[in-house]
């Protein structure tokens, strides 16, 4: 007769162990004496009191420290464990809005890196090696922007100067005709001097407005008035292509190495969640940036054609505004419609051609350039999408306008994916059913 075999006995710390296992600290504390218990607050007293000693040359570095320094110990504990990440949680927060200066041309470069990845990807089919094409598109990209800033951009100042001295012409013209028309003697009958009224848009208003032109006009033009920050834009300008080449030769590399960081249990459900979101998001910034740039070419030739001054500031204006739905069609047809009546006579035709171009061209976007390029795998309301643009914008300002609807549609599908998760279904399978 076969011997039956008896359960191993866990040694006695695996049992301790597992019994603490998510108590909390009052088990700490049953465990200790009155004495302990007072010589512990009086230590803790006089911690704080050198902490107070000491808080000059106090930094959140030495605050972590502190902190594992005294829960690691006490490890076993849920709550002693769960301070302990929260603490390193805040740290890394901190440490990373401390350094986002330093990060910035990184980010910058693994953007670019990441839009340019199908390219480089579809050419390494061809037989053409990763680090060619990263070379020749890294080229093809500097060049074009050393264009656009030897070239396009001083034409671009140059109209938006004029635009101002237009506007104030036209600010000047509105206030003699104002002294000239019957409306002088309009406002003396209910009661409004006119000479007060003059005296204050020639001392007050007509000075403010054309300072806040001027501050406006400055602040566009003195990106890097300061000296540092002109050194610091250099500097980026210079190590960002090299740094886009480097991380779009070995782009497939670093994703790998990124999904090894999640735990092997995860890691097929995070590939998944991932490939979806590269398949939702960079299809969507890569598809609306090559619509916008196109929208923003056409504009201005057709602008152009039709002798409507400022045609490159406003094919700028559209192309970056066509970035935001729904808002920024408004914007453009209403900024369209007001620089056109500061072109040649005659001055009706050419707004209602400049407002009809805008929403004729929107037109064809919808109906035939955002399904064919964009397509529509972000599948989001038209509801939300102005939600998430409000909620942003009151946030993030203009940017917010920009980032609203990817950010929201990586949000939606991070639901999505915690649903199909709970339910214990693909992530895949999970989306094809909710569209």
């Given amino acids: 007769m076969a011997k039956s075999k008896r359960p191993r006995r866990k040694p006695v710390r695996s049992q301790i162990a597992e019994r603490n296992e998510g108590e909390g600290w009052e088990t700490l504390f049953q465990s200790m004496g009155r004495i302990e218990i007072v010589l512990l607050v009086g230590a803790v007293l006089l911690i704080l ?6 808080q000059s040359i106090l930094s959140p570095f030495l605050a972590l420290g502190a902190i594992l320094f005294l829960l690691f ?17 805040l740290f890394g927060l901190w440490f990373l809005d401390t350094i986002s200066g330093i990060l910035a041309p990184f980010v910058v470069s693994l953007v670019i890196a990441y839009l340019l990845n199908p390219v480089v990807t579809g050419l390494e089919g061809w037989k053409i090696p990763r680090w060619v094409s990263s070379l020749v598109l890294i080229l093809l990209v500097v060049g074009v922007i050393i264009l656009i800033l030897f070239f396009v951009l001083p034409i671009a100042v140059a109209q938006f100067e004029s635009m ?14 104002l002294w000239k028309s019957r409306m002088a003697n309009v406002l003396e009958r209910y009661g409004v001097s006119a000479e007060d009224l003059q005296a204050t848009l020639t001392k007050e208003l007509a000075p403010r407005f054309e300072d806040i032109l001027k501050s406006l006009l400055q602040g566009i033009l003195a990106v890097m008035s300061s000296l540092s920050k002109f050194v610091t834009q250099i500097f980026y300008v210079i190590i960002i292509p090299f740094l886009t080449f480097y991380v779009l030769a070995d782009f497939p590399k670093i994703s790998h190495r990124f ?27 890569r598809g609306a940036l090559f619509v916008a740039f196109l929208q923003g070419i056409l504009v201005t030739l057709i602008f152009s054609l039709f002798g409507i001054k400022y045609s490159l500031l406003l094919g700028m204006t559209a192309a970056l505004l066509d970035l935001v739905p729904y808002f920024g069609l408004i914007i453009t047809m209403i900024l369209a419609g007001v620089v056109a009546l500061f072109s040649d006579p005659p001055i ?11 929403g004729l061209l929107h037109l064809l976007e919808v109906t035939l350039l955002a399904p064919r390029i964009v397509g529509s795998r972000v599948g989001m309301h038209p509801l ?27 949000i939606i599908l991070a639901v999505r994916e915690y649903e199909a998760s709970r339910r214990g279904i693909p992530l895949s399978h999970f989306h094809s059913s909710a569209e």
Avoid: C, H
């Fill in 164 to 177: 101002l001295d237009a506007l104030s012409g036209v600010f000047a013209g509105f206030r003699e005709w």
């Fill in 49 to 54: 009191v050198l902490i107070y000693t000491i």
């Fill in 73 to 89: 110990p006490m490890r076993r504990y849920a709550l002693a464990r769960n301070l302990m990440w929260l603490s390193i949680s």
């Fill in 348 to 358: 009706a035709p050419k707004v209602a051609s400049a407002v009809a171009t805008i």
């Fill in 259 to 285: 999904l090894m960081l999640i735990p092997g249990r995860q890691r097929p459900r995070a590939g998944e969640y991932l490939n979806r979101a590269d398949e939702i998001i960079g299809r969507y910034l």
């Fill in 384 to 410: 939300l999408i102005i939600l998430s643009l409000l909620v942003f914008a009151y946030f993030l300002g203009f940017v917010g306008l920009l980032i609203a609807v990817p950010v929201t549609a990586l």
